[in-house]
């Protein structure tokens, strides 16, 4: 049976997302039926609808959620009816050649559902990054579901879907950042901002903030930034090498996506230092004009970040624990919470800068 629901359609490249009735099957074999409580609505969602990623319109958005299994399809034994969980783009396989090296956090294998979630018409719809979490209710494959302590407020527990646990784990996973490391993050939004307060939980002493924007740069404070840079006020290498002893950072972690920034991040590390970039470029952007000599020379690591390399049956879960016991400060992540039908309008508060996160809670 088909269950008719409301959810957000990106009918074509550019337009104003809609709020349409989507027919959404019962779960089959290794699929489960969220009830969706919360999404966060993530520039990856927009992303979707200006085209950046395919053309596999329509498109079903959302992806950054939270919320209750209501049913299962056969053989799904990682999840139950009643389950309070955190959806994920990442549902390891565990037969690809990197789950087999015992690195599953970078599973190349991923499932989704296998049926369509559709129009009325029967239009199949493409559900972004295997989720389409803008909707009453979603179809996914039972391994996208990570069951989470239900304590937690599903508005803030769906921010570990994407934008929160990429930017944390960009600092704690692939930046790897030690106690006593100097961090920079290029980028305040709620990735960088991520990346900010993933610093300091890693111990971090030094943890330098930059963006083109005040406000964002107020933002990072709350996340732990101990210095911050206007990058249209002053250089952003000269200020990172000034607030660590001439050195530079140990980690520069790029979470705009663009390749000034990202060069800007190479020459701001110290000697031997890491680049992570968690940033998503466009498809026509290019790497920075580097010479080879400067590469070669400087050392170090230039790593790009998916999703933080988490692994999220054993990331999400951690992740939780520490909000509920005050040390993550999920809930300042969210600057509103919202309908399903006000989405296109969040579009355009995240574009002129003016959200860290909108949340739909349905």
Known sequence: ???????????????????????VPDPGPGEALVKVQACGVCHTDLHYREGGIN??????LGHEAAGIVEAVGPDVVNVKPGDFVVLNWRAVCGTCRSCLRGKPNLCFNTFNATQKMTLEDGTPLSAALGIGAFAEKTLVAAGQCTPVNPDAKP???????????AGIGAAMLTGEVQRGDSVAVFGCGGVGNAAIAGAKLAGATTIIAVDLDDRKL????????????????????????AATGGNGADVCIEAVGHPEVLRQAFYARDLAGTVVQVGVPTPTMTMPDIPMIDFFGRGGQLKPSWYGDCLPSRDFPMLIELHLQGRLPLEDFVTETIGLGDVEDAFHKMERG????SVVVI
Request: aromatic share 6%; net charge negative; hydrophobic share 45%.
């Open 1 to 23: 049976m088909a269950h008719a629901v409301q959810g957000i359609v990106a009918k074509g490249k550019g337009l104003p997302v809609e709020l349409t009735t989507i027919l």
């Open 155 to 165: 508005e803030v527990a769906g921010l570990l879907g994407c934008g929160v646990m």
């Open 218 to 241: 107020e933002w990072a404070k709350q996340f732990g930034a101990t210095h911050t840079v206007n990058g249209s006020q002053s250089d952003p290498v000269a200020e990172i090498q």
């Open 354 to 357: 003016e959200v860290l996160r």
């Open 55 to 60: 053309d596999e319109f329509p498109f079903l």
